[in-house]
Every structure is written in C-alpha cells, then in structure tokens.
C-alpha cells in the first residue's frame, strides 16, 4: 500500500479579489489558455473536468471535485503513475484588493516513486504560484460553448 504524500506551495499574493480567482478556478475550461501548443494530446474541457494524454504518463484526468465558496476548490486527479491524487487551492483574502494563495498537492505513491518525485513536485507548486502572481486576467472568464 502507497502512502499519501501531500506538497505544498511557497504563499503567493494574486492581484485580484478572492472571488474573481475562486470564479475564474471553478471553470476548468479557463485554463485551456495556459497550456502550450503541443504539450499535450487528446485533450478534453469541460466546466468540471478535463483530460490529457501526456506522454509517457499517459492520460491524466482531472474534475473538480469539492466548491467550497470562496475560499477553497479541491481538484480530483488520476495518473497512470501516481493514481489517484488531489490538488487543493486555498485563498484568502489579504486586503486592497488582493489575495494570498497556497496549493496542496497530495498523492499516494510508492517510496521509490515518492523519493523521485519530491523536489521536481516542490518546483512545479512554486512554478504554478509563480505563474500565478504574473497572470492578471482573474476577471476574464471563458468566452465560448
């Protein structure tokens, strides 16, 4: 039996209220705009959930799984390699109009594949904050069917 390994994110400060973050997170089909062209294939979107071939970890499928309005959004995962695993968003609100953000990331995995994974799992939370703090179209909301 894998026991579950849970990562956290450095905190992060987003320029935008919790509630433009918490109703841009909660359709999945906003996040289409940062995946680069060729990354992955097969890909699916809905306002719930999406999936993705990539690669050697095959399909990955991923629903949000828990609204807890504004301030928390759990997203449910499987991978071929890692199974089940969960990615959770907390914000909070920091005043003037700005947010404070932490992403757990929490999968059950061997300890070979928990050794391997831990440091390149740290760099992809703190990449994603990253990301977040430069993005500044919180308020944009998916435009299409």
């Given at each position: 039996m894998s026991a579950v390994s849970t990562y956290e994110s450095r905190p992060g400060i987003l320029h935008s209220p919790v509630e433009d973050i918490y109703d841009f997170v909660t359709?999945?089909?906003?996040?289409?705009?940062?995946?680069?062209?060729?990354?992955?294939?097969?890909?699916?979107?809905?306002?719930?959930?999406?999936?993705?071939?990539?690669?050697?970890?095959?399909?990955?499928?991923?629903?949000?799984?828990?609204k807890l309005n504004p301030g928390q959004v759990v997203f449910s995962g499987y991978a071929?390699?890692?199974?089940?695993?969960?990615?959770?968003?907390?914000?909070?609100?920091?005043?003037?109009?700005?947010?404070?953000?932490?992403v757990f990331l929490s999968a059950a995995m061997n300890p070979m594949l928990r050794m391997m994974a831990e440091e390149p799992l740290k760099q992809f939370l703190n990449k994603l904050i990253d990301e977040m703090e430069k993005f500044d179209g919180w308020k944009n909301r998916?435009?299409?069917k």
């Open positions: 359709d999945i089909r906003n996040f289409k705009q940062f995946i680069p062209a060729g990354s992955f294939s097969d890909i699916k979107v809905d306002r719930d959930s999406c999936s993705f071939s990539a690669g050697m970890l095959g399909e990955i499928s991923l629903k949000i799984s828990e071929r390699q890692v199974n089940d695993f969960s990615i959770n968003l907390d914000l909070k609100e920091s005043g003037q109009g700005k947010s404070e953000v932490r998916f435009q299409g």
